[in-house]
């Protein structure tokens, strides 16, 4: 019984000190920083690109359709999760416009703000911020059926 507490405490220990690792660095001054790593609940998506703001809303594909939700509003700086979850569903290229149709629009996010637009592969996650207030429509090159609705405010 002693051997198995012996164990568990031991475990423990090096389970904490993994989980609270921390970096010293001198700054030159004479005087040091201290730095911890947070831990994170949230799993790292396939695909991402850098938010300015907290992710506000998520917007899920399905195979040739958005699914759930196809008018999300924000505020000026959040960021909205695209989800694609589909394991055997095909290539999805988002831009601004309606069916199918790119149409630049000023202060729309630059990964769809161009012809080329942003592709999403099956299982891929990209959070795009929305810096700008306006109501941006979201197609599908792809899937010209595919509509959604940003509202910024």
């Known amino acids: 019984m002693r051997k ?3 164990l568990f405490l031991l475990c423990l220990t ?12 001198n700054t030159g ?3 040091s920083a201290t730095a911890t790593a947070a831990p994170t609940d949230t799993p790292a998506p396939t695909a991402t690109t850098a ?3 907290p992710s506000a809303a998520t917007i ?20 909205v999760l695209f989800d694609d979850p589909e394991s055997s569903g095909g290539t999805h290229i988002l831009v601004i416009g309606h069916n199918g149709q790119f149409t ?9 703000n161009s012809a080329d637009g942003t592709a999403f592969s ?3 996650q990209k959070t795009i911020t929305f810096a700008h207030a306006g109501t941006f429509p979201i ?4 899937h010209p059926s595919m509509q959604v609705t940003v509202t910024v405010k």
């Open 4 to 6: 198995l507490a012996a």
């Open 139 to 142: 197609t599908c090159t792809i």
């Open 122 to 124: 099956p299982g891929d």
């Open 29 to 31: 001054g004479g005087a």
């Open 51 to 53: 938010t300015t703001g």
């Open 14 to 25: 090096f389970t904490l000190a993994a989980c609270g690792s921390t970096t010293t660095g």
């Open 60 to 79: 899920s594909f399905g195979r040739v359709s958005f699914s759930g939700n196809t008018d999300v509003t924000i505020k000026a700086g959040q960021a």
């Open 104 to 112: 630049a629009m000023s202060g729309a996010p630059s990964e769809f």
